[in-house]
């Protein structure tokens, strides 16, 4: 299993970014995907979760700001930003709870997908 994300790069403050994060492979079914982020220097931290059942659920500084949505047939996460700031700059990373073919189940993470806002 693969998690491919894409979609950061430098944005100025105040504006916005779509991330993109796509599982592949021997996935029998995902029962959620998700995005961190690490700041230099600091640990990484939940910034949104979303369900297989569409639930979601966001750290208190993407609320109003972010939104996470998926697209459960092509195994995709997505991340809307907006009203970008700088202390959003991070490498992100998704993620997803998820059942192999083989019945495993584990969370695979991506390779992460730089944010960089400018002030």
């Known amino acids: 299993v693969q998690l491919q994300a894409s979609g950061g790069g430098l944005v100025q403050a105040g504006g916005s970014l779509r991330l993109s994060c796509r599982a592949s492979?021997?996935?029998?079914?995902?029962?959620?995907m998700g995005w961190y982020r690490q700041a230099p220097g600091k640990t990484r931290d939940l910034v949104a979760i979303?369900?297989?059942?569409?639930?979601?659920y966001y750290d208190d500084s993407a609320k109003g700001r972010f939104t996470i949505s998926s697209d459960n047939a092509k195994n995709t996460v997505y991340l809307q930003t907006q009203s970008l700031k700088p202390e959003d700059t991070a490498v992100y990373y998704c993620y997803a709870d998820l059942l192999t073919t083989y019945g495993t189940r584990y969370t695979e993470w991506g390779q992460g997908t730089l944010v960089t806002v400018s002030s």
């Open positions: 492979g021997s996935i029998r079914s995902i029962y959620a």
């Open positions: 979303i369900t297989s059942g569409g639930t979601t």
